[in-house]
């Protein structure tokens, strides 16, 4: 089966978020169909589906013995068993000559929620122009992905030359994807992780889509906002119902964090359910899954999948949390290695 590569995006997330004071559906629809339109038209379903290249880096659990004669499994074995997972699955697709069924056979058994998450994000060499940008992600990312039941395994990856600066395109269109791909097996210096693989660039923030996520890769655009951040520590913080949430305003920088946030968390296998938007006063305060779709008259869920009914938000003052929701937390609680 050699030439060209056809793997379903079966989870791809396809962005109304346009970063702006409302979502833009209509080009986040114009996406799906295009992709749809190349090659099979008739795959239409809730769940969007996109044909093209893709990269699934799935993690292989290490088989962790607890029974009071340490560790059975080396370090070593440990790494060889993840680098060789990472090349069967990704070897095909740098290639060009990758089986689908090769990929889609592994990953399917049911396993324990991982104990250690994998991120590592790259910016693109004109997002790095910005200085301290990657930095400044990592800062943010640490703070809002640590969490009681994982250790956060986070790096970052460095400086990637892409053709294009678009942060929903350049993975929707396979070529973060494939880049992930082609580093898998040790090809252009890009070392793939096992959980999220996060792009960076300098992308534009004010037409949707903004960003794009498939299982373990995603993308968004808004370097130059994201190095605009203040420290994370000064940003304000509130006690909502026991649980803290980190409320800020509903500017530019802060909005991009926030997609850059919800991309991971497709990345992680997270929808925008697992998003809630509540009352803080006289604000309504949306989470980084449900993110602008809260104030999106065509957007259709009126509560989480976990139940938390959303209040209306018109006319009020918009506010943004970073925090996951509690509903997203504990789909993130679950997470397997493979999605939710
Ligand atoms: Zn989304």
Redesign the pocket.
Known sequence: MRGTVSIEYRDA?T?G?DGGRSAVADDAVGLVSKADSTSDPTRRSPNVTVLGRAVVVRRERQTRTADGNGDMDTEETDEERAGFTRRQLLAGLAGSTASVATVGTLGYARLDPVDRLEVRVWVSERAAAYDGVAERVREYLEALLSYDYWELDLSVGGTVAVSREDGASVTSDGEWPATLASGAVGLGGVDPVADANLLVTDGQMTTAPTGFALPHVASVGGARHLAALPPFDELEGVRDGGAVHRIVPDERPVRTIQILL?EVG?ALGLD?DHGVVFRDGERVVATPMLSSYAWDPDYEGDRSRCGREYPPADGRERALSLAFSTCARRGLESYDGTGL
């Open positions: 997330t962005d978020l919800h497709h925008h």
